[in-house]
């Protein structure tokens, strides 16, 4: 369908890399489907994309964008869209996004018709200056965040309407049943700033001291396919491993599979505390909900929730010792834990989405009328 004959009856979900049903953005819509299933949501995803289980629950899609033309296509979108009177949802927003839908407007943006989730953000002044004066230009744009320290950016620019919205991807599924421990777990696509390198060290230092810990290493790649540098050189000493308690999943599993990695483990979160001071991992809330401990380093958003949880254990440097012993001062209370987790996963996902799904909701009933 071509952008222009759109009439206003769908809340309008821009999701350009959206291309099959194993990632983070298919995720994130199944969860916030989830919270609001009444919605009238339609998805604009990759051209090539494949997402049987959305279109059998009578999700519209339409195939748009490629990968080559990503950017050019957002803003001509977004352009066309803002001539109807729906809302407009970008759940992966980036900074390219707000000034796109600024360039497309013809003026200022009513309240309700363009809603950004943000995961993560880049400080400097330069950008906190474009921030600003953007904000002057469109105040009532509707903005996320995964962190505080995103949410506290925004709003220092002078947007109003700021909220918090922690990633919780695995709302949709029920928990998995309580679980005795069955292996370490790193979970989520291999990259070098969530720690992959401090993984695979664990592995060397588990194979050199003969542990007999059995460990899950998810080495899947991202939605394009790639790794960085860092990390391919990782997955090579990773394939070169003889310690025979380790699995490595190189495929991307499907939503119930990769839940179902969290049952009886502990997941390991050695991220750069560079990247993730002011960043949240969904990783974090799908081991908690589903009773996995945590292993995390300090300074990170995870520690603070693991902190305050007493759902695991925080190391100050990422070495294979402090992690390996980490896991095992787990192990030795591993049922403990286990619940703490449980508990804490429960506080976070009991109403994640409802801070966006408000204001979805006013937005789709104006439209309807």
């Given at each position: 369908?071509d ?8 809340l309008e979900?821009?999701?350009p890399?959206?291309?099959?049903e194993?990632?983070?953005c ?7 489907r989830?919270a609001?299933?009444?919605?009238p949501?339609?998805?604009?995803v ?12 009578g999700v ?8 080559r033309?990503?950017k ?14 729906a809302?407009i949802?970008?759940?992966?927003a980036?900074w ?10 013809s ?13 993560k953000?880049r400080?400097?002044?330069r950008?906190?200056?474009a921030?600003r004066r ?8 509707s903005?996320?965040g995964t ?5 506290q950016a ?5 947007f109003?309407?700021v909220e918090?919205?922690?990633?919780v991807?695995g ?6 049943p ?10 989520g696509a ?5 720690g ?6 664990l592995?060397d230092?588990?194979?050199a001291?003969g ?5 899950v ?12 540098d ?9 394939a070169q ?5 380790l ?7 499907d939503?119930n599979?990769y839940?179902?990695?969290f ?5 390991l979160?050695?991220?750069g505390r560079a990247d ?5 991992s969904?990783v ?19 520690a603070k929730i693991?902190?305050?949880?007493a ?9 294979p010792?402090a ?13 403990e834990f ?6 804490a996963?429960?506080?976070h996902?009991a ?16 439209i309807k009328?």
């Amino acid at each position: 369908m071509d952008a222009r004959t759109l009439a206003p009856m769908h809340l309008e979900i821009v999701e350009p890399t959206l291309a099959n049903e194993a990632g983070h953005c298919a995720a994130l819509f199944a969860s916030l489907r989830s919270a609001a299933p009444e919605l009238p949501y339609r998805l604009w995803v990759d051209r090539t994309a494949q997402l049987p289980g959305i279109e059998g629950a009578g999700v519209p899609l339409q195939r748009f964008f490629q990968r080559r033309w990503r950017k050019p296509q957002a803003w001509w979108l977004y352009r066309r869209l803002l001539r109807s009177r729906a809302p407009i949802l970008v759940p992966t927003a980036t900074w390219f996004d707000l000034r796109a839908l600024d360039l497309a407007a013809s003026g200022p943006l009513e309240t309700g018709r363009a809603f950004l989730y943000f995961h993560k953000w880049r400080v400097s002044p330069r950008r906190a200056g474009a921030l600003r004066r953007l904000a002057r230009r469109q105040p009532h744009l509707s903005l996320f965040g995964t962190s505080e320290a995103i949410v506290q950016a925004m709003r220092a620019a002078g947007f109003a309407q700021v909220e918090q919205i922690e990633p919780v991807l695995g709302a949709n599924a029920a928990p998995l049943p309580e679980a005795p421990f069955r292996a370490l777990l790193s979970a989520g696509a291999a990259r070098a700033d969530k720690g992959f390198t401090h993984v695979v060290d664990l592995v060397d230092h588990m194979e050199a001291s003969g542990s007999g810990l059995p460990i899950v290493v998810q080495a899947s790649a991202d939605h394009y396919g790639r790794h960085d540098d860092r990390t391919s050189a990782d997955l090579q000493r990773l394939a070169q491993s003889g310690y025979p308690h380790l699995t490595v999943l190189t495929d991307t599993v499907d939503s119930n599979a990769y839940q179902a990695l969290f049952a009886g483990s502990i997941c390991l979160q050695p991220y750069g505390r560079a990247d993730y001071a002011d960043k949240m991992s969904a990783v974090t809330f799908d081991a908690l909900r589903n009773g996995a401990p945590i292993v995390t380093v300090a300074g990170t958003t995870m520690a603070k929730i693991v902190r305050d949880s007493a759902s695991g254990e925080v190391i100050e440097q990422p070495t294979p010792q402090a992690l390996l012993q980490a896991c095992l001062s787990i192990l030795s209370r591993y049922r403990e834990f286990s619940q703490r987790a449980r508990r804490a996963g429960e506080q976070h996902t009991a109403s994640a989405w409802r801070p966006l799904v408000e204001q979805l909701r006013l937005a789709c009933r104006d439209i309807k009328r």
